[in-house]
């Protein structure tokens, strides 16, 4: 069990004290372009500081069809398969990666999840994120916000979007 500090009134990380101790580091992906950017991060970071790298995917049952009254569906089987699926996905996206890897896939609400797997013996959690804002924010909201709001050690957020000079070049042509 972690070993809490009293400072200033609050409970301090005892991490914290001596600086940012790197170890493992947790690349969450949906296997989107947005989470290979922070998968990629993540890999860097990891070759870097020579810590070991968890790919984790969270299957979210709440978004799988299991049927209706007239043709329901086994949802284990479905689950187990989405499992597989997505457990080679992970390992071939590894597969050139040069640092200390891991693959698990985890059932429930993707921000909840991750936020979970940040056990104590995980120093950083790398997540990218679409940058959406408004209406977009609003209906899809943000896994990565949430896992910044929850989590147990810090969170890097890589952002995916398009550089700013990039959409300039494209928008002058």
Known sequence: MRQQIKFWNEVADPRTRTGLRVRTIIAPTDFSECSRVGFDC????????KAALQLVHVINPHI???GDQYA????VPLMDKA???AENEMRSMAAGV??????RVIQGSPAIQISNAANEDVDLIVIS????TGLGHILIGSVAEHVVRYAHCPVLVVPARPDSTQLNQHTRK
């Open 42 to 49: 993540a890999v860097q970071l990891a070759r870097d500081f």
């Open 64 to 66: 799988y069809p299991f």
């Open 72 to 75: 329901a569906l086994d949802p």
């Open 83 to 85: 499992a597989h699926a």
């Open 98 to 103: 040069k640092a200390r890897y891991s693959v």
């Open 129 to 132: 994120t679409h940058g959406r």
